[in-house]
């Protein structure tokens, strides 16, 4: 009934795409629709094409639930509270807040002296995937993904944490189990619906992939999230993908670029010829933009075909703004 509700008064409500509402909320895009997947915090409008259509009243509760969140509450604690019970909690936190920053800085517990920076994120996520806490790591990313921008996030946040687990996994220092739970909850995060809907039709396409034999999809999917966010209309294979499929999702989509990524192994014997293969199949105009932590292994064939290799997700951004002026 709510739905159909919604529906008979659409016309008479001011309707907002996903963009307008991220704007106007300081979240993100992704934010938005995980939001709504997971805890049913908005129910937009869906056009006949699928497109999500935000009125001004989802946009008042998602500001609401972003500062009731980003005073350290759980969105799924305070998700389904309606306008009038989230605005009193607004009032309340932020009332507690004001007089939190009277006092010395010193005074201050942690997470008032370090709320909201990306290096606090990611020290707190460091100690919660430490300790196996899968709760509190949740908490973290959630509150990351919510205070930060997508580049931010992804660049200074994702990155560094998958980097700083798996170094110390690989010197013994920490399990097999503790990089399991990151990247489960990693992929879970970014995995949610976050590549479509936000891009025109008309913007330019990137496939992206791993090659076959790469099974590691972590890198590539936050590939897809940063060129997602950018604009770019994204096509993404998952991983483990033969270079035939690959070139021909390129060609069916008319696709101007494609993005690798190559975790491991570092030492593949059949990977050289399979890249080679990609670029044989490929339009002699499509750009391809190869990154990850074993990408350095295969320098001279990534050479050979004209492949730009990226070391950061900034060099990502820089190499797809180049390409789409």
């Known amino acids: ?44 409008f869906r056009t006949p094409g699928g497109r999500r259509l935000y009125s001004d009243e989802d946009i008042e509760r998602l500001l609401l639930l972003r500062r009731v969140t980003a005073a350290g509450r759980r969105i ?16 309340a936190d932020e009332e507690a807040m004001a007089r939190v920053s009277d006092m010395p800085l010193s005074s201050r517990g942690p ?85 479509t ?31 997602s966010a950018d604009g770019w209309r994204v096509i993404y294979l998952g991983p483990n993908m033969p270079a035939d499929e690959i070139a021909h999702s390129v060609r069916e989509s008319g696709a101007r670029a494609i993005g690798l990524s190559l975790i491991y192994p570092s030492d593949d014997p059949r990977l050289p010829e399979e890249l080679r293969r990609i670029r044989r199949h490929l339009p002699e105009d499509v750009a391809m933009l190869v990154g990850g932590r074993a990408s350095h292994a295969y320098n001279s064939v990534l050479d050979e075909i004209r492949a730009y290799r990226l070391d950061s997700l900034q060099e990502l951004r820089d190499s797809l703004s180049r390409l789409r002026d």
């Not at 008979?8 to 995980?34: C, F, K, M, W, Y």
């Not at 076959?212 to 999809?217: L, P, R």
Request: with cysteine; aromatic share 2%; charged share 20%.
């Open 76 to 91: 799924g604690e305070v998700a389904g509270h309606d306008l009038e019970q989230l605005r009193a909690i607004v009032s």
């Open 197 to 227: 809907g936000t891009a025109s039709p008309d913007a330019p396409g990137i496939v992206i992939t791993t090659p076959a034999g790469q099974v590691h999809e972590l890198g590539a999917l936050m590939v897809a999230v940063a060129a």
């Open 111 to 195: 997470i008032a002296r370090g709320r909201g920076t990306a290096a606090s994120h990611l020290t707190a996520c460091i100690e919660a995937a430490k300790q196996l806490d899968a709760s509190r790591l949740e908490r973290e990313l959630a509150s990351a993904q919510v205070q930060l921008t997508t580049p931010v996030l992804l660049e200074q946040v994702l990155s560094p944490l998958l980097e700083e687990i798996g170094d110390r996994w690989r010197r013994g220092f920490l399990k097999i189990a503790h990089e399991h739970l990151l990247s489960a909850l990693v992929r879970s995060m970014l995995t949610p619906d976050p590549l």
């Open 1 to 44: 009934m709510a739905s159909q509700q919604r529906t008979e008064n659409v016309s008479q409500e001011p309707q907002h795409p996903i963009q307008v509402a991220a704007r106007r909320t300081g979240l993100t895009a992704d934010a938005i629709r995980a939001w709504e997947k997971r805890y049913g915090a908005v129910e937009p």
